[in-house]
């Protein structure tokens, strides 16, 4: 495909703006001419040529609009569409975020009543909705863990952490100034009690775990791990990523987590494509509201408003009150399905997920082979042991028949992991193409393995150098355009 560069012809324009009769002084008059740029390469194009470009190159990417994208551990699947206009209505979508209280009185009710709904589906005592993803609201809730302990003049440095858990955790836990310490799991795939109860002790700040775990299997013992933490002062923090599962079933603050994350784009709705716009709200129980960030939302007699009166909160955690869209996307989710249809979320997620379990269970190795909730976690060991066929392999296999792969190589406990999560919205004609197509790639790793290894044969592109994109990223186009590869 042509470069929009090459489509470049000069004087070709996509607008037709009246030539303006205002007089206009030379750019150097306006702006010291040591800052002003002479060699800025732009592509000069028709408006016709400059949609088409774009409309083809989005043709040649994947999302989920286009099909299954069972990702583990990841975005949300089902992204209403009635959700995207709840969002873009103008009171919402064009509010100044300077706006004064009285004008906003929407917008702050709704955030109070999304916090509130939090509250109620999670067991917590508050809610903060000011965290931009999953990992600030990690970061926020361990900063709220850290200032409890100062309060009481505690000393703990340590935090513990599962080998399952996602790599933000630790991030998290390092950042706030803790040295993480890891907790084996058990055979099963849930937290070895023996060793939790050898590592935590009075120096430990708690536990971060995530229920189900990133295996996608349910932590059973999760009393028993709160109370070996709470028994030596610390707390039990919970990471949210995959609430999905468990809607309406169980609440972490029954459980005895003191502070929860969700990731509003991988429960409530919203792609999270690209790295953003996300959102992770921060639940705490009621010993912990006293931490929250600043400012909360509030209701009085009056109507809504901002309250920045807690002398012990740890603060803003971002500007404003955070990715606003998001959370208007979550609180249309959750009124339009209630509280009937968040249960039915969390059934149906686990039902289809069982089902892709059960269906590929005969051809690929399951390492934990339990009933599982939202997401399955297979391993590609078996094909790699007789056929020297990788997980990658077969994951860039599934690009040529039209499906967009699992996760891979997470969690790190499983050698060659494959993550599935199909989401509760896919029918079984869908499940049933994906599941016949992976024990078809399991059949050619056998017979032909050539071809797996040598996949994507049919993508715009084939086999990327992923690590030299990751490394030496080449973001800015500084060859002559002679030099454009054919
Ligand atoms: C996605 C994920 C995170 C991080 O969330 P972001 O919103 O991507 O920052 C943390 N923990 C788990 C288990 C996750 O799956």
């Known amino acids: 495909m042509e470069l929009i560069f090459e489509k470049s012809r000069p004087g070709r324009q996509a607008t037709a703006i009246p030539v303006s009769d205002v007089p206009a002084p030379p750019l150097e008059e306006l702006i010291d001419p040591a800052?002003?740029?002479?060699?800025?390469d732009l592509p000069e194009v028709a408006e016709v040529d400059l949609i088409r470009h774009f409309t083809a190159l989005s043709r040649r990417n994947f999302g989920v609009d286009m099909g299954f994208y069972p990702l583990g551990s990841c975005t949300m699947k089902y992204n209403p569409k009635l959700n995207e206009e709840t969002?873009?209505?103008?009171?919402?979508?064009?509010l100044h975020p300077y706006a004064p209280e009285s004008c906003a009185q929407g917008t702050l009710q709704l955030l109070y009543e999304l916090k509130e709904a939090l509250a109620e589906i999670f067991g917590m005592a508050d809610f903060t909705l000011q965290p931009a993803a999953g990992a600030h609201g990690e970061l926020t809730g361990?900063?709220?863990?850290?200032k409890h302990f100062e309060k009481r003049g505690e000393k703990r440095t340590r935090i513990l952490i599962p080998d399952s858990a996602h790599g933000t955790?630790?991030?998290s836990?390092?950042?706030?100034?803790y040295s993480v310490t890891t907790v084996r799991s058990n055979a099963e795939g849930g937290v070895d009690l023996e060793h939790l109860r050898s590592l935590m002790a009075e120096d430990v700040a708690g536990l971060m775990l995530t229920n189900p775990n990133t295996l996608g299997l349910f932590e059973r013992n999760i009393t028993e791990v709160a109370a070996i933490v709470h028994g030596r002062g610390g707390l039990l923090y919970g990471d949210?990523?995959?609430a999905n599962a468990f809607l309406g079933k169980a609440r972490p603050g029954d459980l005895g987590f003191d502070v929860i994350q969700l990731n509003l784009h991988k429960t409530f709705s919203t792609p999270h494509g690209c790295g953003g716009p996300g959102s992770g709200p921060v639940g705490v129980s009621r010993e912990m509201v006293p931490f929250l960030p600043i400012p909360r939302v509030v209701k009085t007699g009056a109507g809504y408003r901002w309250d920045y009166t807690a002398p012990d909160t740890i603060g803003r955690v971002r500007a404003f009150y955070g990715n606003v869209g998001v959370m208007v996307k979550a609180f249309t989710y959750i009124r339009t399905l209630g509280a009937e249809g968040l249960r039915h979320v969390a059934e149906t997620a686990v039902l289809n997920a069982n089902y892709v379990k059960a269906r590929l269970e005969p051809h690929f190795d399951l390492p934990y082979p339990r009933t599982c909730m939202h997401e399955c976690v297979f391993s590609g060991r078996r094909q790699v042991k007789e056929s020297n066929v990788h997980t990658s392999d077969m994951a860039k296999r599934l690009l040529d028949y039209g499906f967009h792969p699992p996760t891979i190589y997470f969690p790190l406990i499983v050698p060659e992991a494959i993550m599935i999560e199909p989401g509760e919205t896919e029918s079984i004609e869908t499940l049933d193409a994906f599941c016949n197509t992976m024990i078809a790639i399991a059949r050619e790793a056998r017979d032909n393995p050539d071809v797996v290894r040598s996949?994507?044969?049919?993508t715009p592109v084939r086999r990327l150098d992923e690590v030299r994109a990751a490394r030496?990223?080449?973001?800015?186009?500084?060859?002559?355009?002679t030099e454009i590869p054919a």
């Open 173 to 177: 836990g390092a950042l706030c100034g």
């Open 455 to 458: 996949a994507p044969l049919t």
């Open 87 to 94: 969002a873009r209505m103008t009171g919402f979508a064009n």
């Open 142 to 146: 361990v900063m709220m863990i850290k």
């Open 472 to 481: 030496d990223p080449d973001v800015v186009w500084k060859r002559p355009l």
């Open 169 to 171: 955790n630790c991030a």
């Open 35 to 40: 800052l002003l740029r002479s060699d800025v």
């Open 240 to 242: 949210g990523a995959n």
